[in-house]
């Protein structure tokens, strides 16, 4: 008896064991996401993760300490609380400080290697973000979650490492994976939901440097309100750069040195950080820039068909009424003169003016840039520096596809590619991509089209894309470098202190993003971010240091600000579809509540279709009204999407059907606004 009432009693305590055991599973594996939710933070993450620590401590400031792990994953989270504004950017200076000394070359300590640096290949070097609340990197970490890994056999893990403030706390997140890819880690934060009571200057971080050692000293500086911003006196001078993101600058943060002379000739200058074009394409946005309307109203929009109607008064033509010299000097294809952009301009160099010139081009290949117009724009500028106020206005298509940077550029960012993809042609992907996973691995198949009808197909993979990125990236090297020639004419002229110089791009660019390449098709992909989003730099003589503006602001909005500042009247003033942007440098006060988009794309090439694309945008919603037909033997079809940027940077979600009262409030704006424009 006594023996079955011995078998019944460890039978008992096993099952208490077993139970409490789970018990205290779920209920460590459930409390890790209370804990968070409790601090403000939502993680897209699956609900397996077991608590391995957490401990509070106070040195400096109160900090909790949270590790949690399932097999796959492990998720380290600091909060540190009441910190303020300050000591938080001052933490995440130094953090990256120490960050980028991990990748810093290094000497062997063998003295047969002495003066020969070790690097680290720019694959492996962290990839930072923005995000509305901080930033965070992309990044390989090793066997113990150590960063700093240069070597494809000490990689273990896929990480991300963030730094996030709101509420006077900072929380620091680091997710690392051995088995997800940088775009599945990249979405699990652009999903999640980090909460933030009043908005703080650090989540518009953008004001930085090319030296992260100065970063601590980059404070968001305001203007003074007294000062007068008019330059009645000054020149006029504008550089834009066809399909240049404004992320791969290290002005507005990338972790690559692509853009050193910008970065430092700009770094007084005023930096806009939300501005938008009308169209992903440059035809519309170069007409909507020159005369501050929107596509739907110059009615210019089809490329070799449409032409700007001579009745309407261009920037240049104001400028050259005002007494101003003015002359261009272009990469032409759609900024050739027969768009007739080139009207109030003394010189205009496109196409028919190469020859004299002494430029050669390919017509239909987008190869002329600063390389090949700095002699003659150069040249130009030294017979008029000095002498009466003039407007220089230079454009190139030195960043546009096809990626093909010189030899000596070439390899600066690259990777040790061996691949096949010919990168000399654009590798446009006119329609979405329909991407497959095989053996763990994405890759993106499409069809390339070349001339009028030839067709190539071609599957990426993520060696592939990385590649492209490098040329990208080399491209912008390569541009930096040859405007360092145009920035040291400007200071031996003396031109600083008596001439506004811009520096922008018409539209951005897709390096893989939404899975699309290069701005190609006619439907809603090409009208995310990436594709409307560009730089805006404006260096002003009154201006000594830099100021960071985070005012939505659209491609319209220029001209009246710079007519604005040079106080020019502008006889169509009450025309113009845009807003001068001083009060946005001034007070701060935002100008545009909303920043729009649309216009029409046609293509006949292959009867690939046509559609009509709208957007409407502020800081937080993003309404895209989606008209398009596959070719035209079909019927329109439409679509609505809703995107929440706070909390969907990547505007991978649409929330349409779970935000029909915003979606409808937002569709009724944008359909009074296409009334307008079209009226």
């Known amino acids: 008896m006594k023996k079955i009432y011995n078998k019944v009693l460890i039978i008992l305590v096993l099952i208490i064991i077993i139970v409490g055991g789970f018990y205290s599973y779920n209920n460590n594996k459930n409390s890790f ?116 890994v240069c070597e494809e056999g000490m990689i273990k893990y896929k990480a991300l490492l963030g730094y996030f403030y709101f509420e006077n706390k900072l929380i620091k997140i680091e997710y690392f994976s051995s088995n997800k890819s940088f775009n599945e880690i990249e979405n699990i934060i652009n999903k999640s939901q980090i909460s933030s009571g009043k908005k703080t200057s650090i989540e518009n971080k953008n004001t930085l440097v090319v030296d992260n050692k100065e970063n601590k000293n980059n404070k968001k500086l305001t203007i003074d309100n007294n000062i007068d911003l008019s330059c009645p006196d000054c020149n006029l001078m504008i550089i834009s750069l066809t399909g240049l993101r404004k992320d791969h600058l290290g002005i507005y943060g990338y972790n690559r040195d692509t853009s050193p002379n910008i970065d430092n000739f700009f770094k007084n200058a005023i930096i806009f950080n939300e501005v938008f074009a009308p169209s992903p394409w440059t ?80 017509p239909g290949k987008f190869d002329i840039g600063l390389k090949e117009l700095n002699s003659s724009s150069l040249r130009w500028l030294k017979n008029n520096a000095g002498k009466k106020k003039f407007f220089l206005f230079l454009q190139g298509y030195d960043v546009h596809c096809p990626y093909t940077p010189d030899y000596q550029f070439a390899k600066k960012f690259s990777t040790k590619y061996d691949g096949d993809i010919d990168f000399s042609n654009c590798l446009w992907s ?185 957007v409407i945008r502020d800081k937080e919603w993003k309404f895209i009204l989606e008209k398009y037909k596959e070719n035209e033997d079909t019927n329109f079809k439409e679509n609505k999407y809703l995107f929440n940027i706070k909390r969907d940077l990547g505007e991978l979600d649409n929330v349409y059907n779970l935000e029909l009262d915003v979606a409808k409030n937002l569709e009724k704006k944008l359909n009074n606004w296409i009334n307008w424009v079209k009226r």
Not at 93 to 116: H, N, T, W
Not at 300 to 306: H, L, P
């Open 430 to 614: 006119f329609d979405k991509i329909e991407t497959i996973v095989k053996d763990g691995k994405k890759y993106w198949p499409f069809n390339v089209l070349h001339g009028d009808s030839n067709e190539d197909s071609l599957i990426l993979n993520d060696a592939d894309i990385e590649q492209m990125i490098a040329l990208y990236d080399a491209e912008i090297f390569q541009m930096d470098f040859y405007l360092k020639e145009l920035f040291d004419e400007i200071k031996k002229y003396e031109l600083l202190n008596n001439t506004i110089i811009i520096f922008m791009s018409e539209h951005g660019e897709y390096l893989g993003e939404h899975d699309r390449f290069m701005r190609a098709g006619y439907q809603l992909e090409t009208f995310y971010d990436e594709g409307l989003r560009f730089p805006l730099l404006v260096h002003h003589p009154k201006i000594k240091e830099m100021i960071s503006v985070d005012s939505l602001v659209q491609t319209v909005d220029i001209m009246p600000s710079l007519l604005d500042m040079l106080k020019i009247e502008d006889i169509k003033k009450k025309q113009r579809q845009g807003s001068s942007f001083l009060p946005s440098i001034l007070t701060g006060e935002d100008i545009n509540d909303f920043v729009y988009s649309g216009s029409d794309f046609y293509n006949n090439i292959n009867n690939m279709g046509s559609s009509t694309i709208q």
């Open 283 to 362: 035809l519309p946005n170069a007409v909507s820039f020159f005369t501050s309307l929107f596509p739907y109203s110059h009615k210019t929009m089809k490329r070799n068909v449409d032409i700007l109607s001579g009745e309407e008064l261009t920037l240049a033509e104001v400028l050259e009424s005002a007494g101003y010299k003015t002359a261009a000097f272009t990469g032409g294809e759609e900024y050739d003169s027969k768009y007739n952009i080139w009207q109030g301009f003394d010189e205009y160099v496109d196409i028919n003016k190469y020859l004299d010139n002494e430029i050669e081009s390919v």
């Open 33 to 148: 996401f209370r804990i968070l939710k409790k601090e403000g933070i939502e993680l897209n993450l699956s609900k397996e993760f077991i608590i391995e620590k957490d401990d509070f401590k106070e040195n400096d400031f109160k900090e909790r300490n949270i590790l949690a792990k399932n097999n796959n994953e492990i998720i380290k989270i600091k909060i540190i609380y009441n910190i303020g504004d300050e000591k938080s950017q001052d933490y995440m200076a130094d953090q990256k400080i120490i960050l980028k000394s991990l990748y810093d070359p290094v000497m062997p300590p063998y003295p047969e290697f002495i003066g020969q640096e070790v690097s680290c290949n720019e694959k492996y070097k962290p990839i930072l973000k923005e995000h509305v609340l901080g930033e965070y990197y992309l990044l390989y970490a090793g066997d113990r979650f150590g960063y700093g």
